[in-house]
């Protein structure tokens, strides 16, 4: 019996043996009163990691991005967001539906960058305010593109000419951070506030953490109870996430490594054409050319053993992460090229 190669996200990591004993001789208090020693812990290290005044640890990256919103605006404000981002096509619109905010889209190019001309003629003083302008760094639908540094600065520096606050969906900014070689703080100095992951690329089982300045968070918390996000003794995950940040940021190189190796390999295969974005971090996407249909392939590919995921019906995408390795993204490679020449062959 094949094994099966688990490719859908970097969401599918499980806790590491040493992870697992971290989390069972955990400090818990009850965190809603500020009294877990864990969550206080690691709020400390996330805001010296992000170099913010202070952070809040929350359930998910959709909470934090959700909470950031809902901090930086007023009801009625105007959110501008990228045209590919999370926010605008994977938080079920959370903004607008429990936050009574508009979500404004700038075009994303396919490396998921946004044209400073665009932005300004997209920020608005009134009728509805612009309040915030978000980024995502690395940007999921676009290839797991990096944004450097300077791109962040030029846009945070149109922004802030328009008074209008900036904030990092940074789901997978150490990713970027590690892709740059360049430290996350330094990364995000030009954002009022960033939210990360640790249960992607980080690998642990769950949460994500928003951070800023010390009076953005202090309003943060009560948001993040507004939307039922306030925890007890959840120094167990938050004691996992902590492990995560202090062990697995170097091991990500090898992530981006193997997904450099996948995307080479799948890329002189025929059926499908490579994202022309390339391949930045850990994230590798392909286009089925016209005549494959996408269900079938991605079923087929399961049928042997190989799970992966897509943002459209032709459009796949597979994720490396610490639950792969690189004799198994090989033997991944291997199994796609079967499964592409049997659908061609049907074709």
């Not at 300077?150 to 997978?172: N, Q």
């Not at 430290?183 to 640790?198: G, K, R, T």
């Not at 997904?259 to 002189?268: F, I, P, R, V």
């Not at 897509?310 to 597979?318: A, F, K, L, N």
Request: overall charge negative; hydrophobic content about 40%; glycine content about 8%.
């Amino acid at each position: 019996m094949q094994s099966n190669i688990d490719l859908r996200s970097d969401t599918v990591t499980l806790p590491t043996r040493t992870m697992r004993e971290a989390i069972s001789i955990a400090a818990v208090g009850d965190d809603h009163s500020r009294e877990d020693p864990s969550v206080n812990q690691l709020e400390i290290a996330a805001s010296e990691f992000t170099g913010k005044e202070a952070a809040l640890f929350v359930p998910s990256g959709t909470m934090a991005n959700l909470v950031a919103l809902l901090t930086h605006c007023g009801r009625g404000d105007e959110v501008v967001a990228g045209s590919e981002s999370h926010i605008t096509n994977h938080e079920g619109m959370g903004a607008f539906v429990l936050g009574g905010l508009s979500v404004r889209t700038v075009t994303n190019d396919f490396k998921g960058r946004i044209s400073l001309e665009e932005l300004k003629n997209a920020l608005r003083p009134e009728w509805p305010k612009t309040a915030v302008l978000c980024l995502e760094n690395t940007h999921n639908r676009c290839g797991g593109s990096v944004i450097p540094k300077s791109e962040i600065k030029a846009l945070a520096t149109v922004a802030r000419e328009h008074a209008v606050a900036v904030h990092v969906d940074g789901a997978r900014i150490v990713n970027a951070s590690v892709a740059l070689e360049l430290p996350v703080a330094d990364l995000v100095e030009d954002a009022d506030s960033v939210s990360f992951c640790f249960s992607k690329g980080l690998g642990a089982p769950v949460g994500s953490v928003l951070c800023g300045s010390r009076d953005f968070i202090e309003e943060a918390r009560f948001n993040r109870r507004l939307v039922g996000g306030a925890m007890r003794q959840s120094g167990i995950i938050a004691e996992a996430a902590r492990y995560a940040l202090e062990h697995h940021v170097q091991r990500i190189s090898e992530d981006h490594a193997n997904a450099q190796w996948l995307y080479n390999e799948l890329g002189q295969l025929d059926g499908i054409t490579m994202d022309p974005a390339g391949c930045d971090t850990n994230l590798v996407f392909f286009e089925l050319d016209p005549g494959i249909d996408g269900q079938k392939f991605r079923s087929a590919l399961a049928e042997n053993g190989v799970r992966c995921s897509g943002t459209s019906e032709r459009r796949v995408r597979m994720a490396c992460h610490l639950g792969v390795d690189r004799d198994q993204v090989k033997e991944a490679a291997r199994r796609t090229a079967k499964v592409l020449a049997e659908s061609i062959g049907r074709n």
